[in-house]
């Protein structure tokens, strides 16, 4: 059964959505969307090759091109227009401040039907600046408020702890591809510590928002040797949460057996993607959805200093060490001939300091491309990418588990 992870660009922010396919089947039997949002003034504007307009704002544009994909691939579910799943990581709004735009309609109705909604923290650490409807905490308190005649959300949304054992979305499905939701709550003081967990329950929200990810780990088939592919999906999650991670996999659901992709945690950011964390996953590739806000008038996630120095420094040893080869990149069937690149800060706090290096053959995948084009004007502007990748599909198009394809548009 074949599993399509879409990257897609929203600049400084996440957005993954996921598709489940049945050996042979044209059209998916489930979908989940984890994360949708974008953080203001880190938007990236798509490429006209990914069938985005090349004029506009490059924000509407953006988001007009996230919405589009993502009707694209509800609409060619099985059940149309239905998401199995929609989980918020944690509620900082380059997480989930797309959301409302893309599942309301003019008259603020849901467009989609949604059967399972999970989020941590509470509902009212979801706050979208600038917007007159607080989407996120409505659709966590009242969701049949949102109800159309259509379209509802099926389920009561769902708090999830981050501490527990690796829970299956997919439970009817034993021995298939399927979707884990991780413990990687270790980072929060135990109950029994009760004085230290008050100070961390009743802090600003913005100083555990990323300790609260919530983390996620897609498998795939085992082939004939018995070997998964897996997707780690770690949102904001930061370094003390890979640690639990380490430490709480006692089955060892969380190495690799196959091919193993990382999702790098909080953008590519010093604060996350530790070298225990590299060392222990051993990632076949890296992707790292980014883009070009600089934070507080000093400096971008992707800086040259976390990037380039720290974490694919760390990678690249963790590769070397463990004779990982270079990733494959296809694109309809045959190897691609396109260079790719990324985009990092040259620890500048200007938008001029933005500077480009190739990523062909590296495995390095970034939402953030960095190429410049010009716009038929005077001026030109930095664009993104969405990173397609496909596990236990060949490709050729035909179902082989252990197979993968990675392409971008």
Not at 56 to 82: W, Y
Not at 106 to 130: A, I
Request: hydrophobic content about 35%.
């Amino acid at each position: 059964m074949p599993v399509k992870v879409v990257f897609l660009n929203v600049g400084q922010g996440d957005c993954t959505l996921m598709t489940f396919y049945e050996p042979g089947a044209a059209k998916a039997h489930a979908a989940v969307l984890l994360d949708c949002g974008s953080k203001p003034g880190g938007e990236v504007a798509p490429r006209e090759s990914a069938g985005a307009s090349a004029t506009g704002d490059a924000k509407r544009r953006m988001t007009e091109h996230v919405k589009r994909e993502i009707d694209k691939c509800l609409m060619d579910l099985k059940n149309p227009g239905v998401l199995d799943y929609l989980i918020i990581s944690h509620p900082d709004e380059d997480h989930f401040n797309l959301l409302e735009e893309i599942f309301l309609d003019s008259e603020h109705q849901l467009r989609y039907s949604v059967k399972n909604v999970w989020h941590s923290m509470s509902s009212v650490d979801y706050k979208e600046e600038r917007s007159e409807v607080r989407f996120v905490e409505t659709l966590l308190d009242d969701p049949n408020s949102l109800a159309s005649p259509d379209h509802s959300v099926e389920s009561d949304p769902v708090l999830k702890p981050t501490q527990g054992d690796p829970e299956m979305l997919f439970p009817n499905l034993p021995g298939t591809p399927n979707l884990y939701h991780l413990n990687a709550g270790g980072a929060l003081p135990s109950s029994r510590d009760s004085a230290t967990r008050t100070k961390y329950v009743h802090s600003a929200k913005e100083k555990i928002a990323n300790l609260n990810s919530l983390v996620f780990l897609v498998t795939g088939a085992p082939d004939g040797n018995g070997q998964r592919q897996k997707v780690l999906l770690m949102a904001d999650a930061l370094k003390v949460n890979e640690e639990c991670l380490i430490k709480n996999d006692s089955n060892g659901l969380l190495k690799r057996e196959k091919n193993l992709w990382l999702k790098v945690g909080h953008h590519g950011s010093k604060t996350s993607t530790c070298k225990a964390w590299l060392d222990y996953v051993t990632p076949d590739g890296l992707f790292v959805s980014t883009g070009k806000v600089i934070f507080a008038g000093k400096s971008a996630t992707c800086t040259d200093s976390n990037f380039n120095a720290e974490l694919l420094k760390n990678w690249e040893d963790v590769r070397t060490r463990h004779n990982i080869p270079e990733p494959k990149v296809t694109s309809q069937k045959k190897p691609l001939k396109r260079h790719w690149d990324y985009t990092y800060q040259n620890n500048t706090a200007a938008l001029s300091g933005f500077v480009n290096r190739d990523a062909t053959g590296k495995g390095v995948f970034s939402t953030f491309g960095g190429e410049r084009f010009a716009t038929g004007k005077a001026t030109t502007e930095w664009t993104g990418r969405d990173w397609i990748l496909w596990i236990d599909r060949a490709p050729d198009g035909s179902y082989k588990p252990g197979a993968y394809e990675i392409s971008y548009q």
